[in-house]
Structure formats: C-alpha cells, structure tokens
C-alpha cells in the first residue's frame, strides 16, 4: 500500500514534467538541454523517457543533379519534402519548390549549358504506399526562384528526366504514372520545343498497356539520339503490391525516339518488374541493368549458385543492349521495387547500386554528380528538420496502424510486414 501511495504521490510530479518537456519543444527546443534526472523511487527508478519517433519520416532523397563543371552546383529532390539547391557543395541549401503543386519529387535535372533551367519532375517513381504522387513536370528559367507548370499532370510518378545537351528545347520524360489506377499520361514523353506541347513515343513500345509505364531511362553521353529505357508494370492498394507484367523491359532508340528495339539477348524471359539502368561514361557501349525478374532462388542454393540461370540481378552489355551477361544475383527478401534507384552511377569496371540484396556490391568511380550525391546527405537531414506542408496527395489511405501490408514481386512470393 505504502508504494501505492508513493506511485500516486509521483503522478502529479510526472505531469509536471512531462508538461514541462512539451514546453521545452518551443522555440528553445534547440538549445543544449541539462542530463536528465532520474527519481530514486524504488518503484519508478528504472523508467527512462525514450525516442519513440518520428525518426527521419520523409527524408528520404529521391534525385541528385549537379554541373559537371562544378559539382558543388547541385540540385536535390526529396521523396516528399520538395527540391533544395547548393551553390557551396552542401554548406547551405535553400529550398526553391515550396509554393507548387507537388512536395513529392521523382526527379530532377539542371541544364549544363544554361544552369537556369532547371527541370523538376513531380511525383517520386519509388512504389511504396507511404509514397506521394505529384502533377507533372516544371520548369525554371530563372536557376529555381520560380516554376512554370509544363504539363504531364496526369502522370502522377516520374521516373526520370533526360535534357538534351546542346538543344535546350529537346527533353524526354519517363512516366511510370499513377500505381494506384489505370490509364493517364504513362510511359515515355518527347517535347521539342521546350515544354509546351509533348508526343508520347510509342513505336514498338508498350504505349497501350495502361498499367505498364516508363521507370528508367538513361542517354548515351556520346550520342543524344541513343537511348535506353525501362518499362514497369505496376498495380497497388493500400496493402498489396504487385510488381511486374510481361510488357515492361528495356528498349533502346537511335534515332531520337522515332523507332525503338526491345532488348532480349541475355536477360530475363517472362514478366519483368523495376528495372535500374546506367551507362558507362568511360565507353557507352558497357550497359549496366538491375533487373527484377521472376526467378528469384534462395540464397545458398544449387539453382542460386548456378549463373546459368539467369533471374533478378545485375546484367552487363559491351555492345550497346545487343546481348547482356548475368553478372550478380538478387539474393531475394523484398522486392527490389523498394530500391529507389537502381542502377545509378557505373564506369567501364564497376556499378553503384541502391539495393541492400545485391551480393558484393562494389563502389564505382567519382564523377560530378556522383560527388553531389555524397552532400545530398546534408538536403536529407535538411529536408527532415524542416516544417513540412503535406503533399499533393499520400498514399496512406486505408492503412491505419499495425495493419498489414503485403509486396508481391514478379516471382509471385509475397513479403508480409506490419505496417507502423
């Protein structure tokens, strides 16, 4: 009874002091905080107030762009906390899209002739449901202090942005479009006089599949009218995913986007799912692709061991998409549409990849943006300290907490986890 009422004596000590810790979240809350003190209490010593989160909720970075002339010009989208610019390799960033339509960004690109123009695609292409969705692409003439809305309203996830070098009036926009319905501005967009009117390519590409869109493209840095890109196929409710179809793939263009070829030699029969891409700069003809695919055998197998079989993983190209190696095996867990990017940034010898299920990932050579990528850290924890407005739309409806969400990947395992 005596620790009874010691209990209830101490309760109105701790409101007071959780009392006081909610006022120490004002405006003082940055200032250095005196140790804690703890009760001797017998009864009531041993608990200790703990961080139970938010932790990094929506800091995640979903696009890096910089000058190749001056790496430390760099531009960051986060997932959906808006885009940031540094002029001083991260030392300060500003926020420059606060006041549009969109804080989910799936990519952004600065124009190397015109550091002005600044292109910012609306809508990360990651396919959680956590993610936001955006409202087509902007562009700034400006260097970002202001946008104008170029249109693609209805592709609702951008997976990529690729600018002409020398004509600033040629962009291509891969739009993997809405996860969560059919149909909208989905799959791979051309304008040639700087925004204002858009074509989608659509020859020998999987245009008229309305659940199929574009997720990767990537440009020969030697050659603007050869390009490669990556179609997925993508259908999510607030507690599944189902990831692939048999109309995605890679396709690659050398005339502009006027005619395309799907690459088959060498990679994965049957449905695909995310597709990462990169070229290497060094020599264009080596092609890098991360490739979710349906054979996904577990780890430490006979069959997962056997590179005769090819399935989801990394493949290698030298000559340009025409035949490609299986080089490195997924090793299986969740999907490898939770890897925001895939394959990134390679040179003639190695890949950066973002997935954690990769086996012996190696780090690939400097290059300017690569560089920006390592200060985009600092736009992370910028993004995530900042007060955040609430996106054009999340994609959380209908999944309350501890429900149950389920990721269904092309090999048809499933991947069960409580959402919190």
């Known amino acids: 009874m005596k620790r009874l009422r010691s209990l209830r004596a101490m309760l109105p000590i701790a409101a007071l002091t959780l009392s006081w810790t909610l006022m120490a979240q ?6 250095p905080q005196a140790p804690a003190s703890y009760s001797s209490d017998p009864l ?37 906390g808006g885009v940031y610019k540094s002029v001083n390799a991260g030392v300060t960033w500003t926020p420059i899209f606060d006041n549009y339509g969109s804080a989910s960004i799936g990519d952004v690109r600065i124009n190397q002739k015109d550091p002005n ?71 791979f967009f051309k304008t040639i006089d700087g925004g204002k009117t858009w074509t989608e390519l659509s020859n020998n590409l999987p245009a008229n599949d309305e659940w199929t869109g574009a997720i990767e493209a990537r440009m020969d840095p030697t050659n603007p009218n050869v390009i490669y890109v990556g179609f997925w196929e993508r259908k999510r409710t607030a507690w599944n995913l189902d990831s692939g179809g ?23 029969t049957g449905k695909t799912g995310k597709i990462g891409l990169a070229i290497a700069r060094s020599n264009p003809k080596v092609v890098m692709a991360h490739v979710e695919a349906e054979f996904q055998p577990a780890p430490n197998t006979p069959d997962f ?38 394959a990134r940034s390679t040179t003639r010898r190695r890949i950066t990849t973002t997935s954690p299920s990769i086996a012996r990932p190696t780090v690939g050579r400097r290059s300017p943006r690569r560089a920006a990528a390592v200060v985009a850290v600092a736009a992370a924890e910028a993004a995530a300290s900042r007060p955040r407005r609430r996106p054009a739309a999340a994609c959380t409806a209908g999944t309350p907490s501890g429900s149950i969400r389920t990721t269904r990947n092309v090999s048809g395992s499933a991947a069960t986890a409580a959402w919190r």
């Open 305 to 342: 061991n056997d590179m005769t079989k090819i399935g989801a993983g990394i493949y290698r190209s030298e000559d340009g998409g025409e035949t490609w190696t299986f080089v490195n095996r997924y090793t299986g867990g969740r999907s490898t549409t939770t890897t925001s990017r895939s």
């Open 246 to 268: 048999p109309n995605g793939g890679i396709f690659k263009t050398t005339d502009g986007g006027k005619t395309f070829k799907k690459l088959t030699k060498g990679l994965p």
């Open 117 to 187: 123009i600044i292109w910012v695609g609306t809508g990360e292409e990651c396919g959680r449901n956590s993610a936001a969705w955006g409202d087509g692409i902007y562009k700034s003439t400006d260097g970002g202090k202001t946008f104008t809305h170029m249109g693609l309203k209805e592709s609702y996830n951008i997976g990529s942005i690729l600018l002409h070098p020398t004509d600033p009036n040629i962009v291509y926009v891969a739009a993997i479009g809405s996860i969560y319905k059919k149909g909208g501005e989905r799959g």
């Open 44 to 80: 009531i010593q041993s608990l200790k107030w703990r961080n139970i989160g938010n932790a990094n909720l929506v800091g995640r970075i979903s696009s890096v762009d910089a000058l190749e002339n001056d790496f430390a010009h760099v531009i960051v989208g986060s997932a959906s």
């Open 26 to 31: 004002g405006p003082g809350a940055n200032q």
